[in-house]
């Protein structure tokens, strides 16, 4: 008995079960720590689309102050000369399904109150 021990006091480093093993566990703690993460990246979509509606109507409410009238698209933001023009410098693009096409500038966009809604 004391000559199994013996041996294993001169070597040095891990076995190959002993590897085999560390890696299998964190191979099975990847497999439950990346589905979770998926969805942050999604909440962080919503997020990024809720953000953008919310300065699209700020830049809408800006136009109003400065013309006393919403305007007719939010592309009008754009091409209409006055202040109000440095509230955006273009239309963010959607970035959740949530919120409509991803890549897309269909924003629901109210002329009567200056509101932006899902599509």
């Known amino acids: ?7 294993k006091i001169g070597r040095k480093g891990f076995t190959l079960i002993e590897l085999i093993v560390v890696i299998a566990i964190l191979g099975i703690l990847a497999l439950i720590a990346v589905p979770r993460l998926g969805g942050f990246q999604e909440n962080a979509k919503i997020r990024a689309d809720e953000a953008s509606a919310k ?3 700020n830049a809408a409410a800006v136009y109003h102050a400065a013309t006393g009238g919403y305007p007719a698209t939010l592309n009008a933001l754009l091409t209409d000369s006055g202040n109000y023009k440095a509230a955006i410098l273009s239309i963010p693009l959607i970035q959740s399904t949530t919120w409509g096409s991803v890549g897309s500038t269909g924003w629901n966009y109210s002329a009567t109150n200056g509101t932006v809604t899902k599509p």
């Open 1 to 7: 008995m004391f000559k199994l021990f013996n041996k």
């Open 55 to 57: 300065t699209l109507e």
